[in-house]
T-cell receptor, first 115, second 116 residues
Framework: AQSVTQLGSHVSVSEGALVLLRCNYS??????LFWYVQYPNQGLQLLLK??????LVKGINGFEAEFKKSETSFHLTKPSAHMSDAAEYFC?????????????FGRGTQLTVWP | DAGVTQSPTHLIKTRGQQVTLRCSPK?????VSWYQQALGQGPQFIFQ???????QRGNFPDRFSGHQFPNYSSELNVNALLLGDSALYLC???????????????FGPGTRLTVT
């Protein structure tokens, strides 16, 4: 079974500072990788996904993530944090080649943005 | 175009009771997955339905069962509720068949179940 590790359950940054949320996966075969965001009392919204080709993936709201096979990582970054970025962020993977796409999630990272 | 909808929004049940949660997938989607998100945790996969059959199942007891209807909507049933079943239950829809694992899953807002 896949395993996803998100280092840091809480990350705090000042508005305008760099955001870096870490994600590592366990599979020897690179899976498909996703970052989701969850605002309070809401479901999950996809920020970006890596399925093949370009290792630097750009998503919505200025976020991007880089797939590094050698490090089995898919860290999420944003150059300049905004107050509206405060939310819970989940990294998820699915098995490449799987027919129905079950997602395995990390435990999440709560991002706080200070004014 | 309606996204994924779930009902009810909130639910309070007593230990030992049974509950049914409902989900309507995004238009054009044929696969429905259910996830349980306990407080402070990431979502955990319960099971997935495609063509009205359970196709994959996570590590959940048989007390958790489901159904998919011909219009692709789905129900999650939980029998003999335990306090530990209190969680946010998320429904996600996607397109099945080849390439499904790279396809985005669209999540509904969830049903908050509280067991007392």
């Amino acid at each position: 079974a896949q395993s996803v590790t998100q280092l840091g359950s809480h990350v705090s940054v000042s508005e305008g500072a760099l955001v870096l949320l870490r994600c590592n996966y366990s599979s020897s075969v690179p899976p498909y990788l996703f970052w989701y965001v969850q605002y309070p009392n809401q479901g999950l919204q996809l920020l970006l996904k890596y399925t093949s080709a370009a290792t630097l993936v750009k998503g919505i709201n200025g976020f991007e993530a880089e797939f590094k096979k050698s490090e089995t990582s898919f860290h999420l970054t944003k150059p300049s944090a905004h107050m509206s970025d405060a939310a819970e962020y989940f990294c998820a993977v699915s098995d490449r080649g799987s027919t129905l796409g079950r997602l395995y999630f990390g435990r999440g990272t709560q991002l706080t943005v200070w004014p | 175009d309606a996204g994924v909808t779930q009902s009810p929004t909130h639910l309070i049940k007593t230990r030992g009771q049974q509950v049914t949660l409902r989900c309507s997938p995004k238009s054009g989607h044929d696969t429905v997955s259910w996830y349980q998100q306990a407080l402070g945790q990431g979502p955990q996969f319960i099971f997935q339905y495609y063509e009205e059959e359970e196709r994959q199942r996570g590590n959940f007891p048989d007390r958790f069962s489901g159904h998919q209807f011909p219009n692709y909507s789905s129900e999650l049933n939980v029998n003999a509720l335990l306090l530990g079943d209190s969680a946010l239950y998320l429904c996600a829809s996607s397109l099945g068949l080849a390439g499904a694992s790279r396809n985005e899953q669209y999540f509904g807002p969830g049903t908050r179940l509280t067991v007392t």
